[in-house]
């Protein structure tokens, strides 16, 4: 079995994933977010969009063969399909990558996920901006304490298309905003037991 933890930055992915694992006694597969590029991302975003974004998608492909090759049950923190749909989407639609890097993205995108096994489940970890800003800010990663809260929301706006319109599997939506499953243990047990209730109707 194979699910997927997705959502906006700051959702508590990587918290959900590594307390699903705990709780379900699964491998869990953690974001890699090191990339040589970041420092000059933020200095000059449209010069290094192209670059960014493709040495993330050179981990994520190196992680997903890791997981297709795995016979445990596993848990993703986030997906390959956010990393074109969501936010390399969002900087060739803000301007910050041209339509020829973002040709050349989706070409080498487009060919490997033709190939590869989907997640049974992802888990879509649905935020409204005021609580992915606040959860940025405790967890004071120095390079995400600049981001605007218009860019979330523009990224919140595309989770919820993909999520709505173009992903093709099963999603289970959780309100994040309602469900503080770091702070309150109740929380959490609920996602777990919906989370159950999927993986039994996916093994029927």
């Known amino acids: 079995m194979y699910i997927a933890i997705s959502g906006n930055i700051g959702s508590g992915k990587t918290s959900l994933t590594e307390m699903l ?4 006694g699964w491998k869990a597969y953690y974001e890699d977010v090191s990339n040589p590029y ?3 991302f933020y200095q000059d975003m449209k010069r290094w969009s192209f670059n960014l974004q493709m040495c993330f998608l050179s981990k994520k492909i190196e992680q997903v063969l890791a997981i297709v090759q795995d016979k445990s049950d596993v848990i993703q923190d ?6 074109a749909y969501i936010f390399v989407a969002n900087l060739q639609g803000m301007g910050l990558m041209s339509k020829r890097d973002y040709d050349t993205y989706m070409e080498f995108f487009n060919l490997f996920t033709q190939i590869i096994r989907k997640p049974d489940l992802v888990v ?3 935020s409204s901006v005021p609580t992915l800003i606040s959860q940025i800010q405790k967890r004071g990663r120095e390079f995400e ?7 979330l929301e523009r990224l919140n706006r595309l989770y919820d298309h993909w999520v709505e319109k173009e992903y093709e599997g099963r999603v289970l939506v959780v ?3 309602r469900y503080d499953f770091v702070l309150h243990g109740e929380a959490f047990e609920t996602i777990v037991r ?6 039994t109707r996916l093994k029927k």
Request: no cysteine; net charge negative; aromatic share 10%.
């Open 194 to 199: 919906q989370v159950r209730q999927e993986i």
């Open 21 to 24: 694992a705990e709780r379900l």
């Open 124 to 126: 879509y970890l649905k």
């Open 38 to 40: 970041l420092d000059d």
């Open 145 to 151: 304490l600049g981001i605007q809260p218009e860019y």
């Open 175 to 177: 309100d994040v905003d």
């Open 78 to 83: 986030r997906t390959i399909f956010e990393e």
